[in-house]
Each structure stands twice: as C-alpha cells, then as structure tokens.
C-alpha cells in the first residue's frame, strides 16, 4: 500500500530556523549545524537534503528517520570564496509523503578583517556621487587608515593628528573629487 501524498511543508523544525556562518575569511570553510525536529506525530523519512550552490557541502542525512518528538543533526560546511560580501544560499530537505520541500535559508558575510560598511558604493547613473562609509576592525583592534583611493581620508568625529587610532572610523566621500576611472 502507498502513503497519501500531503500537499504541504513537513512539520519539521530548523532549530535555528536560519544558519547564519556570521562574518567569515575569504576563501576559508565555516562549519554549522542545525537541529531538524519532527513536530508530527508519525515518523518522518528524509529522502534527500541538497544545497542550492556547491559552496555548501552537508552531512548525508539521506535515508535517516526522526521519530516524532526527536531531532536528527544536519551538518554543513560554506566554502568561503575570495569575494567579499554577502553570500546567501539555501538547503531543500525533501521528507517522503510531502511533496513540498522544507527550505533552510544559509547566509555569511565573507569579509577581511577590516571591513568597510556598506562593502561597495554604487556610483552607477551619478547616484551615491557623496556619502558616508564606516571602517571597523572585525575583531575590535585599533587600526589606522593611510589613505581612501590614494587621497588623505576624510574623517568624520576624529583627528589622526590628535587621537589615538580607534577599531572604527565614519569617513565621508565625494565621487566628484576624485579621479577616475574609480576602482572596481
């Protein structure tokens, strides 16, 4: 005899329901885990758990029964690229008898250890020509800014001829004074 198919999302639970890898060293790995629940009352298969890029390798949980009530593991592992930024994925865990698959969101801020906020300005169409940027030392150590494209940086609330350097500055910029063709 087959099972009836249901027609919505497995009641199971991520735990956390997004595995964020925080801020991480280009090209190095970050490694997570979430906790998958069975909040049903019958026991659930996992047919398969597939990342949605080959940046996240995950631990084979294909084949595996949570009973209702108990959590099984799911590990994985984000290789970090070279990019800076932002890096965003996600994981379908595919359960027998549901058709729709439970979705694990992934996220990592891949980053030096002097990271500037926003990571790039978008000057495209002449917006974004002036603004404000922070730099801040990931791990909170006081750094010193020799120069913002070449030009002395244009500090906001500091004075490198007086202060002492700090593990975060606000500089502000102006596209118009400075010469192109800008860095990419």
Known sequence: MVAPVLAEEPPLELVPPVLDFGVVPPNTDAKGAVQLFNR??????????????????????????????????????????????????????LVDEYPVVKILNIEAQISLPVRSVPS??????????????????????????CSFHGMAPTYLGFDPLIDAPRSRYVLTYDLDSMPEPYPR
Do not use: H, W, Y
């Open 40 to 93: 049903g009352d019958k026991p659930m298969l996992i047919l398969a758990a597939e990342p949605s890029c080959k940046c996240t390798a995950l631990d084979d949980i294909a084949g595996k029964t949570i009973a209702p009530g108990e959590s099984i593991e799911l590990g994985a592992v984000l290789d970090a690229s070279p990019n800076i930024g932002r890096k965003s994925a996600t994981i379908k865990i």
């Open 120 to 145: 790039l300005i978008n000057a495209v169409r002449g917006q974004n020509r002036q603004g404000r940027i922070i730099v801040e030392s990931l791990d909170e150590s006081p750094f010193s800014i």
